[in-house]
């Protein structure tokens, strides 16, 4: 496929898998026939687009009111905690990576 030919969900897709791989973009690129320039470009589209989406939820951001239920505890294990937000639910163990919530927050925040 031509590069001119690319959209924006191929980038979307090969950028997160990127991301995923723990390669380096030259390392993506030869696997994937494509140009690293390319590669690169992309990637910076994409960080200003997720600045952007970040930036505008912190301006958003308010205090909303919360109400705990006492429904299914049995569900959550000790020291973990379970966000429900109209029929999303977010569960999560003790220990789990709070900069990974966020992100996930963020998102569900940007779809709300």
């Known amino acids: ?3 001119k030919q690319r959209s924006a969900k191929w980038w979307e897709k090969h950028i997160e898998a990127f991301r995923a791989s723990g ?3 030259r390392e993506y690129c030869q696997l994937n026939s494509m140009k690293p320039r390319a590669l690169q470009y992309h990637l910076t589209q994409m960080r200003r687009k997720e ?3 970040s930036h505008s939820l ?3 951001s308010e205090w909303v ?3 705990v239920v006492d429904s299914e505890p049995e569900r ?3 020291g973990g905690v ?3 937000i109209n029929r999303i639910i977010i ?3 003790r220990g789990f990576d709070s900069a990974h919530l966020t992100s996930i927050l963020r998102t569900v925040g940007a779809i709300c």
């Open 76 to 78: 959550i294990s000790p």
């Open 23 to 25: 390669m380096t973009q």
């Open 65 to 67: 009111p919360v109400s």
């Open 51 to 53: 600045s952007n989406i």
């Open 58 to 60: 912190e301006k958003r």
């Open 82 to 84: 379970r966000l429900q």
């Open 1 to 3: 496929m031509r590069a």
């Open 91 to 93: 569960e999560a163990e």
